[in-house]
């Protein structure tokens, strides 16, 4: 657990120096570990020197995370994630970009009022997570952005503004000496509401270093207190973005005043090296995503560069106050709400990173763990020993799992619903883990307190060469009453089953994709399916349709992926996930998850969600 050649030692979380020259630690073997061992909140101390710099860790998952395509979080769904990156230690967090709808400022507000104090897991850090708002350069949008975050007892304003000449041509159509009066007037105006401001030069990575120093060195003086500089596209490499930093740290007038902080994009798969470099060359923030979700090919994981850190804590000039044994917790519940999921061989939390298949490498790890693993799987909260729950287990046992699993101030009303179907599952299937409690509670944080259509019971025939029959009972609220339909599908139950939701919602709707896969492991295993919808805008009511049946089935089940007609997908995409041992039960759930999305986006169309396009603020 320490390294040889350092009787004295910091904490990463207390900074207290500890002398380990007393008496030597005893390691036990990791069979001896009580399980869990993130229960005990353990971080392990770190030989650093007195001149290492504390890292801090920003998270946009909530704002340039959810500008990946398809991806829409609900405000319940971003209040959990912020609880999560709360707890996991994050020091600042991107809530969103408020000005963007009505509904994008009440989520950044509801998780300012609402996360901004909590101090649950954080009593070592000894201050609450920092909430942050992007807003453009433009009075309106640093106006709102502050009365959303304000709320929040650490806050700040994040505001930005494009400097490469290409941008300035092309897209805001400024020169130069116009870039450097707008970047200054609004950091001096976001200062006189907020201490705390950031400023990104969007496109620094193929922006001119001298005039970048210029523009800098003016938000400086107007008061910022970061400078954050992105390489927007993923252009650069590692090598030129180190030197890039280092460069304007140098050059730049008033630059020992602020913070520098990396924002890299992983357009040529270089986010993390980039991040790495300028951490080295001076970067004392970096701005990164859980699981490296973002448009286009993503933003720097967090992950990746918070365990680089972990496991070579002599190579860079930082520490972290992560709990690091959170990460693969965390991780699940991003990829589970906002339907992005984590390829097998992907670093950190992958579901193959742990594994080993070569007879040599199996040898090896068997003698000896360090011989092929040079990170403990239980040091991201990966542990091969699960406490199972059963038929049997009572609500003590599944409240106090919940709580193990981060879910520790749910309602008295969300923590019945939970036990109600974690006893389903249990009578379905003879061991239920913690695999299949985040999928369950995942779920339930998508559908939300209240949703208009809920599903109640689905029956389906079908066989080899017959035609498959659904007929599906759901509930609608709005309503308040049952509704029965019955559907044909020629191509399977699925197909069945999603015509006859259809025919009961009274919609068409396109199925642009779907997915599913078994969560644990066993014939018994939980299946979860996640599913991206969007209203048929090519088509009329399926009243008027000649031969509705017919026609809705054709349009909901076959998957149309169009790359060049984006005109004709046009409104909003909405995403479901539902799970169940049955995954023709899961695909139900799912799919009227995904129109409950729908139909709420319309029905509170004041304070909605932004679509992709609105939010969009390529930094």
Known sequence: ?????????????????????????????????????????????????????????????????????????TSDEKLEIA????????????????????GDFDAVARIAREVGPLMHGREKIGKPMRIAGLARATKADIKRCYEAVSLAPLHRIHTFLATSDIHLNYKLKIDRNECIKRASSAVAYAKSLCDDVEFSS???????????????????????????????????????????????????????????????????????????????NGARQVEMTINGIGERAGNTSLEEVVMNIHTHPSSYPVYHTINTQLIYRTSTLVSSLSGM??????????????????????????????TYEIIRPEDVGVFNVNLVLGKLS???????????????????????????RFKAIADAKKRVTDH??????????????????DLQTIQVVSGTRDMVTATVKIIDSALNRELIGAAVGQNGPIMAVFGA?????????????????????????????????????????????????????????????????????????????????DIVMASARAYVNAINRLFESEVNEESRRSSLKERLANI
């Open 436 to 453: 299949d409690l985040l999928a369950l509670i995942s779920e339930q944080v998508s559908s939300g307190s209240v949703h208009r259509f």
């Open 202 to 280: 969007e496109d620094s990575g193929r922006s001119d270093r001298d005039f970048l120093c210029q523009v800098l060195g003016k938000v400086i003086e107007a008061g910022a207190t970061t400078l954050n500089i992105p390489d927007t596209v993923g252009y650069t490499s590692p090598e030129d973005y180190g030197e890039l930093i280092k460069y304007l740290i140098e050059n730049t007038p008033g630059s020992h005043k602020v913070i520098w902080s990396t924002h890299c994009h992983n357009d040529l798969g270089l986010a993390t090296a980039n991040t790495l470099s300028g951490i080295v």
């Open 1 to 73: 657990m320490f390294a040889k050649n350092f009787p004295i030692c910091r904490s990463i979380v207390t900074k207290q120096f500890v002398n380990l020259s007393v008496k030597k630690p005893v390691v036990k073997s990791h069979l001896s570990i009580p399980f869990p061992l993130f229960l005990q909140n353990r971080h392990y101390a770190k030989p650093v020197s007195q001149d290492k710099d504390k890292l801090i860790i920003f998270d946009t998952t909530l704002r340039d995370g959810e500008q990946s395509p398809g991806v829409t979080f």
């Open 394 to 420: 009572g609500r003590n046992a599944f409240r106090s799992r919940l709580e193990q699993l981060g879910y520790y101030d749910m309602s008295e009303d969300d923590f019945n619903k939970a036990f109600d």
């Open 501 to 581: 939701i259809q025919q009961l919602v009274q919609r068409k709707i396109r199925l642009l994709d779907y997915e599913v896969r078994a969560v644990s492991e066993g014939m018994d295993a939980l299946g979860k399916v996640v599913v991206k919808i969007t209203e048929d805008v090519d088509s009329s009511s399926v009243e008027a349709d000649s031969n509705p049946q017919e026609h809705v089935i054709d349009r909901a089940v076959k998957p149309v992926i169009e790359q060049s007609g984006e005109t004709k997908l046009s409104k909003s995409r909405y995403h479901g996930h539902g799970t169940d041992v």
């Open 341 to 370: 999921v984590v390829q097998p061989n992907k670093a950190i939390v992958g579901a193959n990173a742990f594994l080993h298949e070569s007879g040599i490498h199996q040898d090896g790890v068997l003698k000896n763990k360090q």
């Open 83 to 102: 609880r999560h990156l709360s707890n996991l230690g994050i020091d600042v967090i991107e809530a969103g970009f408020p000005i963007a709808s009505q």
